[in-house]
């Protein structure tokens, strides 16, 4: 059997394995994968950019234009569009915080209507909840009969067109942005989307505490019963507070019969997330008692900020827990949970008859005592179903509190976000790290974040280190120095053969004087980044690298990129990138963007070549001569990044720029 006479099915398996770069290529083999793999590039898109979306828009109007009316066209294949948007800030294994700061892509009533022309069989439509200001539903235009998950809509847009437009009794996933007294009505409404199996109700607090916010209080309990009724195949709920108050909440909060459990506990509900609701103790009794089948449980953000009787928290959470007989997944995250720890707690997780297989613990805030106390707890219990936890720790001096020797105990830990001295405050050094003692004893680590770290290696001799083979697959270091870059990077490039993502941000490297070589006319600063093991797909680079100093930095900065194809003979391209002068006064730190002027390009590259054969030729020289700086009165100071990879990375930036991997490849 020939490659074009396999069946489709086994070619959809395949195409869920390869990249859309690959797809894309497969398309041109016969007219049978045609057909496949372009399901396979279209079913699901991601738009980052406006720019992007303007593109899939023309590409899927050009082919909606080609055929006769009625007839197949790329439209019909998509299934899925996401379009940009901030995520829920709520524990686990997130990203880097400023990422959700970034601009949503903008969706015009042209584009909406257009998408509803373009995709009629579309399932699932997300985009920013900003978006539906100022977009218009007309159900005779844009309806989706097959909708299963809209964008998050705010209770004003939630009536009868929305349901008419997205066919609510085909709906599986809601969220809605509501005010708390309109969550009765909000209930009700429900009664028109039996099928919904995931909901999320995000309710924005108001400042005043009067009558309308303590009767909405009071009768929580009865219109989450009344939710439950009205959706029996409801799995999924998270309940979110957007608000919270800064001081403890008002005493009607607080009465027991507010959170009275419901008359008839919900059996079906699997996930529960609550997010700056649990004002009172009393909601650990309410969750076990009315969701007595939970198998994941999220707790996020606790209103109150004095606990008053700290014992009665603890106890009353390990109580929870010993009532939630099918819970496998904890989640506990927010600026006073860490005050919820406690030997119970621990000696609970402990025990065989324990059900809970995962654990997420996100300390939100330094809170020095309890910093402490908890890694006492892995030191004595270990805590072996800890998977993701997100710690900071003052260790001004190095292991005194330790943090790592403790946290070798998480045999099971997955993720671990750690902000040492330096990531709290900048004017203390860098807190020394042995990231190889750290992989060795917790190989099944796959993402690693540190902030204020002094990464480093044992021995300075790479011949000398103990190898082995992680499962590291993210690393990401902020505010961090790297020492004995060359054999720290290499040691991480033989051990760890998963690792697809390298980010580095405010990062620096011990600074040598033979890494700057002085030319006529320029000063050199250079950095070597080496990788030749890793299958690296993204890379983030620092500028701080080949940084000078706390005010002078470097007025271009080169980034070339070395993989096994271009060793080959096919040469290396370089690009560069010049710093932005600000308007007023003077960066601390600088920024970059893309040199687009030929002329600067070509010199630039041109004076590269000449430092490098300067470098060749003194290597060789028994006794070199250092070159003299020719008169001028503007030198340059110049940087060059070395990236050497095993293959093409299909994302590189320098800083919070992105630099397309099109400008890597010799044409």
């Known amino acids: 059997m020939t490659k074009a006479e396999l069946p489709p099915e086994s070619l959809q398996q395949v195409a869920r394995y390869l990249s859309p770069q690959d797809c894309c290529s497969a398309l041109y083999v016969c007219r049978s994968w045609f057909r496949v793999f372009q399901r396979a590039i279209y079913r699901i898109i991601h738009v980052e950019t406006d720019a992007q979306l303007q593109k899939l828009l023309d590409s899927l109007l050009r082919s909606y234009e080609l055929y006769a009316p009625g007839s197949y066209h790329n439209g019909l294949v998509v299934r899925e569009l996401h379009l940009k948007r901030p995520q829920e800030m709520l524990p686990g294994p997130a990203s880097h915080q400023q990422e959700h700061k ?6 015009s009533q042209k584009d909406f209507d257009l998408l509803a022309k373009l995709c009629p069989e579309l399932e699932v439509l997300d985009f920013a909840i900003a978006e539906w200001q100022h977009i218009t539903l007309n159900p005779a235009r844009s309806r989706w009969k097959y909708m299963r998950q ?6 004003a847009d939630f009536g009868f067109l929305f349901l ?8 599986s996933h809601l969220h809605v942005n509501h005010q708390a007294e309109d969550l009765g009505m909000l209930v009700k409404s429900l009664k028109s989307m039996p099928n919904l199996q995931d909901v999320t109700l995000e309710m924005n607090d108001t400042d005043n505490d009067g009558d309308d916010a303590a009767s909405s209080s009071l009768a929580l309990a009865k219109h989450l019963q009344q939710m439950h009724a009205l959706l029996p195949r409801l799995r999924r709920f998270n309940f979110i507070r957007t608000k919270t108050p800064a001081q403890e909440s008002s005493a009607p909060l607080h009465d027991p019969h507010s959170m009275s459990a419901f008359a008839e506990p919900c059996r079906s509900l699997e996930s529960l997330a609550l997010h700056g609701h649990i004002d009172s103790y009393k909601w650990f009794e309410f969750i076990s008692s009315s969701y007595p089948h939970l198998q994941s449980l999220s707790l996020t953000q606790l209103t109150t900020s004095r606990f008053g009787t700290k014992w009665m928290w603890q106890n009353a959470l390990v109580q929870m827990i010993q009532a939630l007989p099918m819970l496998k997944s904890l989640t506990l995250g927010g600026k006073n949970v860490p005050q919820l720890f406690s030997k119970a707690f621990a000696v609970e997780l402990g025990k065989k008859k324990c059900s809970i297989e995962s654990l997420y613990i996100d300390f939100e805030t330094y809170q020095a005592i309890e910093s402490c106390q908890f890694l006492l707890l892995v030191q004595s219990y270990g805590l072996n179903q800890l998977k993701f936890l997100r710690l900071r720790v003052w260790e001004q001096i190095p292991g005194w509190s330790g943090v790592t020797s403790n946290l070798f105990h998480c045999k099971q830990l997955q993720t671990l976000e750690l902000s040492l001295s330096k990531g709290m405050m900048d004017q203390f050094p860098y807190t020394p790290f042995l990231i190889d003692h750290m992989l060795g004893h917790l190989p099944q680590l796959e993402n690693l974040l540190l902030v204020g770290a002094n990464v480093q290696v044992t021995y300075n001799n790479y011949e000398d280190l103990d190898k082995g083979c992680f499962r590291l697959q993210r690393l990401e270091l902020r505010q961090s120095k790297i020492e004995h870059h060359t054999n720290t990077f290499r040691y991480l490039s ?7 993502t390298l980010l580095l941000e405010k990062c620096e490297i011990e600074k040598k004087r033979q890494q700057q070589v002085v030319l006529p006319s320029s000063t050199w600063n250079t950095c070597c980044v080496s990788l030749p093991s ?8 620092s500028s701080f690298l080949i940084y000078r100093g706390t005010v002078q930095s470097n007025d271009y900065i080169g980034i070339e990129l070395l993989c096994e194809q271009q060793y080959q003979g096919h040469g290396s391209k370089i690009v560069w990138c010049e710093a932005v002068k600000p308007e007023r006064g003077q960066q601390i730190y600088p920024s970059y963007s893309l040199c687009a002027d030929q002329d600067k390009l070509d010199e630039l590259t041109d004076l590269y070549k000449a430092c490098r054969s300067s470098l060749c030729l003194s290597a060789s020289a028994s006794s070199p001569t250092p070159s003299t700086p020719m008169p001028g009165n503007f030198s340059p100071t110049i940087g060059m990044i070395t990236l050497q ?10 800083d919070n720029m992105k630099i397309p991997a099109k400008h890597f490849i010799n044409k």
């Open 150 to 155: 809209c964008a998050p809509v705010h209770y």
């Open 494 to 500: 033989s051990c760890c053969p998963r690792l697809d």
């Open 534 to 541: 890793s299958t690296v797909a993204q890379v983030r680079l």
């Open 102 to 107: 970034q601009n949503n892509v903008h969706l």
């Open 645 to 654: 990879c095993k293959a093409l990375l299909s994302g590189i930036a320098l």
């Open 164 to 171: 008419k437009a997205f066919n609510g009794s085909r709906l």
